[in-house]
């Protein structure tokens, strides 16, 4: 029988999956920890468990269409219910997008939206009939604005918000509150798998890992339903609201380079 509530965060190998993983274990979640690396995700696991709590792991590719059904699938039938979801996950990469390969773009919309609006269609329905239940998006401070040398990025973050406040307005009232974080430049794999290790963005000010975790985090205990990460990312969003939409992507790409 279940005895502790279970937190399911993808992206679980690395960055800012790891740091989650790690928040709800102290605060003795057991965790289901999901990720396309096994290897790495047992490693965790031992890591975990050793705090007292249960780690699952269960490895996933979520650019595949039919991962998200059979990773519900897998944990109905080991009987694992899920109390919250942490959408982490995600890809991106630095290319204009006449140039870049269709095949890498499509696998992005893939991870960052599709997977993440069925993951959440999934675990929902037995969040609300449980009266219970918390649901984390990661989003990007990239999500207000175009992103010139990054689009589609930019734009599956804009619709992780969008997405995150509609159906968080929607759950009123039924126990489960849903959240989008939205963190700026940060330590993580990201940029270097991105291609944007040398760009203006991350040679600038970069939070680390566990700052930008521990805030979302909060944000989820909290039920916010839009929290950005960092007083600097805070002003440039407010900023960004009184700037015409035209100068902001000019601004945006110079800084893309």
Request: hydrophobic content about 45%; overall charge positive; aromatic content about 8%.
């Amino acid at each position: 029988m279940q005895t502790k509530r279970t937190a399911l965060i993808t992206g679980a190998s690395s960055g800012l999956g790891v740091e989650y993983a790690k928040l709800f274990a102290a605060d003795q979640h057991d965790v289901v920890l999901v990720a396309r690396s096994e290897d790495k995700l047992r490693a965790l696991a031992a890591e975990l468990e050793q705090q007292g709590v249960r780690a699952h792991v269960y490895p996933a590719d979520l650019s595949r269409a039919e991962a998200p059904r059979e990773l519900f699938d897998a944990l109905t039938r080991d009987g694992i219910r899920v109390d919250v979801l942490v959408n982490n996950a995600g890809l991106g990469y630095v290319s204009t997008f006449h140039a870049s390969e269709l095949r890498s773009e499509l696998e992005m919309v893939q991870v960052n939206v599709t997977a993440l609006t069925a993951l959440t269609h999934l675990f929902l329905p037995g969040m609300v009939q449980q009266r219970y239940g918390r649901v984390l998006n990661i989003a990007s401070t990239a999500a207000f604005q175009a992103g010139p040398g990054m689009s589609v990025y930019f734009a599956t973050k804009a619709y992780v918000v969008s997405f995150s406040e509609g159906i968080a307005h929607e759950l009123r009232g039924t126990g489960v509150t849903v959240t989008a974080h939205c963190p700026g430049a940060t330590h993580t794999g990201f940029a270097a798998v991105a291609g944007a290790g040398d760009t203006l963005l991350f040679k600038g000010a970069v939070a680390s890992a566990d700052a930008t975790a521990r805030h979302g985090y909060l944000a989820l205990r909290r039920g916010r339903t839009l929290s950005i990460h960092g007083l600097l990312n805070r002003l440039l969003y407010w900023g960004g609201l009184l700037t015409p939409r035209w100068l902001l992507t000019r601004i945006t790409a110079r800084m893309m380079k």
